[in-house]
């Protein structure tokens, strides 16, 4: 399952995202169960995160028809598919896997703080989704171009999914976070950067325990902030404004300062996708001003810059 970063980056073509090696200009087209199988698909991917990551029953004939049509089926879902004896016995007949990749059966430690040898950057958010997978992914090819040693750490489902290893860290129990995360980037060359795919917000109520365990453990030297362009609340909860960039800043910095007192920000990571280019283009710049750090959407702009401070 393992790939390279270059494999998985995106090609833009009008305006739209296509997967390298997709030959249509207006998207790539979808396919039944049955034609990906006949082109040669060897793996069913349960492709989305609901809140709670349940999986819905409705889904299960599509799951039973991609087993019968000789795939393997992964999910990154909370609820496992082993769970589902129907699932079980119809893969066994079919002799395919079932690949609950949210469930990985590690034996981890609590967290130490010790320093490690090697350098690491972690990308962390005003909110969930704000691009944060995306900032990593792109930061770590942008280094490889520049033949700097550089790893992407997953520690998300999707992540995993693209990197072919990792830690779902929202499946690690509490005590454990920290842990996983120094197992996750351990001591390297000195040179070496991790690249850790950050999870949640600090100021997220649902989910800043992850965020605060993944800050201990990854010891990062440099932050990343990922933020996205006119959101009005953090995700799934209307009630709860979005901090400011200073406000997550600072929190980030002090909460790091635990594990590493020489922790700096590296730059600006922004989802942009809600406005046009040019606009885009002239937050980013007076952004970059007030805070003095570079600001790009790693999507619409070159990346290299915030790897100008590292």
Same mark, same amino acid.
């Given at each position: 399952?393992?790939?390279?970063?270059?494999?998985?980056?995106?090609?833009?073509?009008?305006?739209?995202?296509?997967?390298?090696?997709?030959?249509?200009?207006?998207?790539?087209?979808?396919?039944?169960?049955?034609?990906?199988?006949?082109?040669?698909?060897?793996?069913?991917?349960?492709?989305?995160?609901?809140?709670?990551?349940?999986?819905?029953?409705?889904?299960?004939?599509?799951?039973?028809?991609?087993?019968?049509?000789?795939?393997?089926?992964?999910?990154? %879902?909370?609820?496992?598919?082993?769970?589902?004896?129907?699932?079980?016995?119809?893969?066994?007949?079919?002799?395919?896997?079932?690949?609950?990749?949210?469930?990985?059966?590690?034996?981890?430690?609590?967290?130490?703080?010790?320093?490690?040898?090697?350098?690491?950057?972690?990308?962390?958010?005003?909110?969930?989704?704000?691009?944060?997978?995306?900032?990593?992914?792109?930061?770590?090819?942008?280094?490889a171009e520049q033949g700097r040693q550089a790893t992407f750490r997953a520690t998300g489902q999707s992540g995993i999914l693209v990197a072919g290893e990792g830690i779902p860290i929202d499946?690690?129990?509490?005590?454990?976070?920290?842990?996983?995360?120094?197992?996750?980037?351990?001591?390297?060359?000195?040179?070496?950067?991790?690249?850790?795919?950050?999870?949640?917000? %600090?100021?997220?109520?649902?989910?800043?325990?992850?965020? %605060?365990?993944?800050?201990?453990?990854?010891?990062?030297?440099?932050?990343?902030?990922?933020?996205?362009?006119?959101?009005?609340?953090?995700?799934?909860?209307?009630?709860?404004?979005q901090p400011s960039l200073s406000a997550t800043i600072n929190a980030n910095l002090e909460a790091a300062r635990l594990t590493n007192p020489d922790v700096y920000v590296a730059g600006i990571?922004?989802?942009?996708?809600?406005?046009?280019?040019?606009?885009?283009?002239?937050?980013?710049?007076?952004?970059?001003?007030?805070?003095?750090?570079?600001?790009?959407?790693?999507?619409?702009?070159?990346?290299s810059v915030l790897l100008e401070r590292l």
């Amino acid at each position: 399952m393992a790939r390279s970063v270059a494999d998985w980056r995106a090609q833009k073509c009008l305006g739209e995202y296509r997967l390298p090696g997709c030959e249509v200009t207006t998207g790539c087209p979808s396919l039944s169960i049955a034609q990906a199988a006949e082109r040669g698909a060897k793996s069913f991917i349960l492709g989305f995160a609901n809140s709670g990551g349940h999986l819905d029953e409705r889904y299960l004939p599509h799951i039973i028809e991609a087993i019968e049509s000789g795939m393997d089926v992964v999910s990154g %879902l909370h609820d496992k598919l082993t769970n589902y004896p129907e699932l079980v016995k119809k893969a066994e007949i079919a002799g395919v896997r079932l690949i609950d990749i949210r469930h990985p059966a590690l034996r981890l430690s609590t967290g130490t703080g010790k320093k490690r040898t090697g350098k690491r950057l972690l990308t962390v958010g005003t909110d969930c989704s704000v691009g944060k997978m995306y900032t990593s992914l792109s930061l770590t090819q942008a280094m490889a171009e520049q033949g700097r040693q550089a790893t992407f750490r997953a520690t998300g489902q999707s992540g995993i999914l693209v990197a072919g290893e990792g830690i779902p860290i929202d499946c690690v129990v509490a005590d454990f976070i920290s842990g996983a995360a120094e197992s996750l980037s351990p001591d390297n060359d000195p040179a070496h950067w991790d690249i850790i795919e950050g999870q949640g917000s %600090l100021f997220h109520p649902a989910f800043a325990g992850v965020s %605060l365990g993944l800050l201990h453990g990854s010891q990062p030297d440099a932050l990343a902030i990922c933020h996205a362009l006119n959101r009005s609340h953090m995700r799934g909860l209307p009630h709860v404004p979005q901090p400011s960039l200073s406000a997550t800043i600072n929190a980030n910095l002090e909460a790091a300062r635990l594990t590493n007192p020489d922790v700096y920000v590296a730059g600006i990571a922004v989802n942009t996708s809600a406005v046009k280019e040019d606009e885009a283009t002239a937050w980013c710049r007076k952004t970059s001003d007030s805070f003095g750090l570079p600001c790009v959407d790693p999507v619409r702009h070159d990346v290299s810059v915030l790897l100008e401070r590292l």
